[in-house]
């Protein structure tokens, strides 16, 4: 049976999910303005994106057992908590000494909702709806990261350094994380209140079907060799790809694009990921044996975008921000839309593995191409 409540827990989740993205990001597209006010420097911004993955890889197998074991509702709810915990601690003080630490303490909690907010959207998608509705279900909640992220980069955009003297954008900043922690606040609140595991009864034969427990399903999965296969070149692409897109403000630094010009490429870039990862979800679900060439194209295209965006910013062919925009939109808008297929594909392969289980592994590279690209940021302004 298939309930009118799916769209509810489809709204929740996306809000949570999105909220969550929007912490992790935070100090990016504002990298400028935090500079102005705290005296922090790219790598200290880098650090906190870099929290992430971090705190991602050890925390993933430990919540996939929480949510095989005891289910959506008290693991989401959890990972809703350190979001919110995550984001108000950051609201406790403005002195300089002492805000850098408080914000890593921050970052790190925030983080380790990662694997809730981006493995569980498969598992939210398999129990609420019917199998010709998933990939776009699961399109939607993982949109909204993208959706969020795009919020965020016009916070960048309206909160530019120039104008404003150091000890306003300090009062500034803390004004958007008391927003920000109000916000998870009220999710929060609404969770708690109600947000069911399951459904009463399942909406497919398929999700009424009782799934491997913990140990047999990581049996299954690490002798899956098509799964790794998939996992890697999801991984590579997509952490790769957040790594880059949450360090814009920093990454365009060197040619000399404003704050407000970066709001508007990061804006845009996440807007059109937003759109066409849904479009394409839905194609996905009405040709489900189509995936492969699906993500086919969309790699060879994203590959031709990418390659003008660096020849761009390494002045190989004439910089110009128009370029610059153009090639970083394209490029977002088409590797964006192969998360959610590569999502359902997996969940396809692996069955009967639990969806959470196979999401949070799916994901577990892309943390580590996310560590190592953030983690040259580092080493390269130590240099």
């Known amino acids: 049976q298939v309930y009118k409540k799916r769209w509810y827990m489809l709204f929740m989740f996306s809000a949570f999910a999105g909220i969550q993205a929007l912490v992790w990001i935070f100090w990016g597209p504002i990298a400028a303005t935090t500079e102005h006010a705290f005296g922090w420097k790219d790598s200290d911004i880098a650090f906190f994106n870099n929290w992430g993955p971090i705190t991602f890889i050890p925390m993933a197998l430990p919540l996939a057992w929480l949510t095989d074991r005891k ?16 984001s108000g601690i950051k609201c406790i003080t403005t002195n300089p000494d002492y805000i850098l630490w408080i914000t890593h303490i921050g970052q790190a909690l925030n983080g380790m909702a990662g694997p809730i907010a981006m493995g569980t959207t498969t598992t939210v998608s398999a129990v609420w709806f019917p199998p010709d509705q998933r990939a776009t279900a699961t399109s939607i909640m993982y949109s ?14 309206g909160y530019s350094p120039l104008g404003f003297s150091r000890l306003k954008s300090t009062f500034l900043l803390v004004d958007i994380c008391i927003l920000v922690f109000g916000i998870c606040g009220v999710i929060l609140i609404t969770m708690v209140l109600h947000f069911p595991s399951k459904p009463k009864h399942p909406p497919s034969n398929s999700a009424s079907k009782i799934r491997l427990d913990y140990i047999a399903g990581m049996k299954q999965l690490i002798r899956n060799r098509q799964f790794w296969l998939v996992a890697l070149i999801y991984g590579t692409s997509t952490g ?27 804006f845009v870039s996440a807007m059109a990921a937003v759109i066409s990862t ?13 995936m492969k060439l699906f993500l086919i194209f969309l790699f060879i295209s994203t590959t031709v975008m990418y390659v003008w965006l660096v020849l761009t910013l390494l002045d190989i062919l004439t910089f110009n921000t128009k370029s610059l925009f153009a090639s970083n939109v394209l490029a977002s808008l088409l590797n964006g839309a192969t998360s959610p297929i590569f999502y359902e594909l997996c ?10 289980i196979t999401s949070v592994i799916l994901t577990l590279p892309s943390s580590i191409a996310s560590l190592i690209s953030l983690g040259t940021i580092l080493r390269t302004e130590d240099w």
């Not at 969940?347 to 959470?356: A, G, H, K, L, Q």
């Open 71 to 86: 289910g959506l509702r008290p693991t989401v709810i959890t990972g809703m908590v350190l979001v919110t915990v995550g």
């Open 278 to 290: 849904i479009i394409i979800a839905r194609f996905a679900d009405i040709y489900k044996r189509k």
């Open 347 to 356: 969940c396809e392969i692996t069955y009967p593995v639990d969806e959470c």
């Open 144 to 157: 909204s990261q993208s959706f969020l992220i795009a919020i965020s980069f016009i916070l960048g955009k």
């Open 240 to 266: 790769t790809r957040d790594a880059w897109s949450s360090m814009l403000d920093v990454n365009f630094k060197a040619h000399h694009v404003s704050q407000v010009q970066v709001g508007w490429i990061g």
